[in-house]
């Protein structure tokens, strides 16, 4: 059963379905440029080393769309009933289990990226709509991803496919966003 329940004849059409993989992408490409930009006014300091962030950055990104598109099209089932929380071992356990963390280095490293960008979202200056579209969408990803996580709803492979080119477009606006330095506003 695919993870959006809108009935799935509506995908077959290829028009949606080149609607879809726009939006997807553009909205990712979008989000992207607005974070990349956010970070060089909150760190303006960084422009100094332009090249280096961007593509840091962009690497990071990347490692982050390709590592997480397999936890998000087979995500590993969380039964809540069945996690054990006798001692705060076990709880820890249950924790690394919630969140993703036991399956080993690469999965860590994309749980960070992912917290790093969150991190770097609160620390930098969104205003008004752009905060809005960056907290809405990141929210959105973050509820779809629990519901596959604990219950039975598995995402289909065109909605896998519409996670990764979003994941892409981030990655690319990334790039985007911080490839050009922002001159500084003049004062009249």
Same mark, same amino acid.
């Given at each position: ?97 919630? /969140?993703?963390?036991?399956?080993? &280095? #690469?999965?860590? @490293?994309? %749980?960070? $990226? ?7 979202? =609160? ?34 492979? /065109?909605?896998?496919?519409?996670? &990764? #080119?979003?994941? @892409?477009? %981030?990655? $690319? ?7 050009? =330095? ?7």
């Amino acid at each position: 059963m695919a993870l959006l329940s809108l009935p799935i004849d509506i995908f077959q059409h290829p028009v949606v379905q080149i609607i879809a993989v726009l939006s997807a992408s553009g909205i990712g490409l979008f989000q992207g440029i607005i974070l990349g930009r956010a970070i060089l006014v909150r760190f303006p300091r960084l422009q100094n080393h332009l090249k280096t962030v961007s593509v840091t950055l962009f690497v990071l990104f990347l490692i982050n769309a390709v590592l997480s598109v397999p936890r998000f099209a087979s995500p590993d089932k969380i039964v809540l009933s069945n996690l054990p929380a006798n001692n705060p071992g076990e709880i820890l356990s249950a924790l690394f289990l919630i /969140f993703g963390m036991n399956t080993g &280095f #690469l999965s860590v @490293l994309a %749980i960070s $990226v992912t917290v790093m960008s969150f991190v770097v979202l =609160k620390f930098t200056v969104l205003n008004g709509v752009s905060k809005i579209f960056v907290f809405f969408f990141s929210t959105l990803l973050l509820i779809l991803t629990a519901v596959s996580r604990f219950t039975d709803l598995t995402p289909s492979t /065109f909605e896998v496919l519409l996670y &990764f #080119l979003y994941q @892409l477009g %981030i990655t $690319v606006g990334i790039l985007a966003g911080t490839i050009r =330095k922002i001159k500084p506003k003049k004062l009249s």
